[in-house]
Antibody, heavy 121, light 110 residues
Framework: QVQLVESGGGVVQPGGSLRLSCAASGFTFSSYSFHWVRQAPGKGLEWVTVISYDGGKQYYADSVQGRFTISRDNSKNTLYLRMNSLRAEDTALYYC??????????????WGQGTLVTVSS | QSALTQPRSVSGSPGQSVTLSCTGSSLDVGGYKYVCWYQQHPGKAPKLILYDVTKRPSGVPDRFSGSKSGNTASLTISGLQAEDEADYFCCSYAGSFTWVFGGGTQLTVL
């Protein structure tokens, strides 16, 4: 079955960096685009970034553009999120989510359990 | 990339129907047929319940239905059950490979 397992979260000081990982299994990883979506404590969901199936294209929310970098290693079935210049408002549970395989639509069909990032001094 | 607007909370009794709204703009909800809805129980990952406004993934009961009018999408849950108590988030494609979510609605089954 589809499994997405995030890791790498933790406590980091403002201005610091962190790299999140999302290990995928149960399907052909290299056939899908992937997203990172975050949820601040007690708040709604916020789309962060997406990467194409081959890693050739990435798109970002304005709130993280220039600070976050999404990447993937299809040989390791793993998705990454490099986060630099972290701010208090980046504190959230970060989910990786698989994009639908249907090219005629846009939604996220499977999600991991999330990894918590806390930005605090 | 402004968040979609959802009511903070909605409630209903078992067996009743409830409708959750999700309001955006012509740049997202009103401009595309790609509205989706997720159910999230406490401490759990979001679960897809509707996509493309009205389509249900395999395994989602037909008690869940969706619609859209202009810039507002709606999720209707009929025959409310205790296990439907959860947070519900809408989302929409917003063009140029960006997406936007709503703030979520907490559904209470009385």
């Amino acid at each position: 079955q589809v499994q997405l397992v995030e890791s790498g979260g933790g406590v980091v000081q403002p201005g610091g960096s962190l790299r999140l990982s999302c290990a995928a299994s149960g399907f052909t990883f290299s056939s899908y685009s992937f997203h990172w979506v975050r949820q601040a404590p007690g708040k709604g969901l916020e789309w962060v970034t997406v990467i194409s199936y081959d890693g050739g294209k990435q798109y970002y929310a304005d709130s993280v553009q220039g600070r976050f970098t999404i990447s993937r290693d299809n040989s390791k079935n793993t998705l990454y999120l490099r986060m630099n210049s972290l701010r208090a408002e980046d504190t959230a549970l970060y989910y990786c989510a698989r994009d639908s395989a249907d090219p005629d639509t846009y939604y996220f069909d499977y999600w991991g359990q999330g990894t918590l990032v806390t930005v605090s001094s | 990339q402004s968040a979609l607007t959802q009511p903070r909370s909605v409630s209903g009794s078992p067996g009743q129907s409830v409708t959750l709204s999700c309001t955006g703009s012509s740049l997202d909800v009103g401009g595309y047929k790609y509205v989706c809805w997720y159910q999230q129980h406490p401490g759990k990952a979001p679960k897809l319940i509707l996509y493309d406004v009205t389509k249900r993934p395999s395994g989602v009961p037909d008690r869940f239905s969706g619609s859209k009018s202009g810039n507002t999408a709606s999720l209707t849950i009929s025959g409310l059950q205790a296990e439907d108590e959860a947070d519900y988030f809408c989302c929409s494609y917003a063009g140029s490979f960006t997406w936007v979510f709503g703030g979520g609605t907490q559904l209470t089954v009385l």
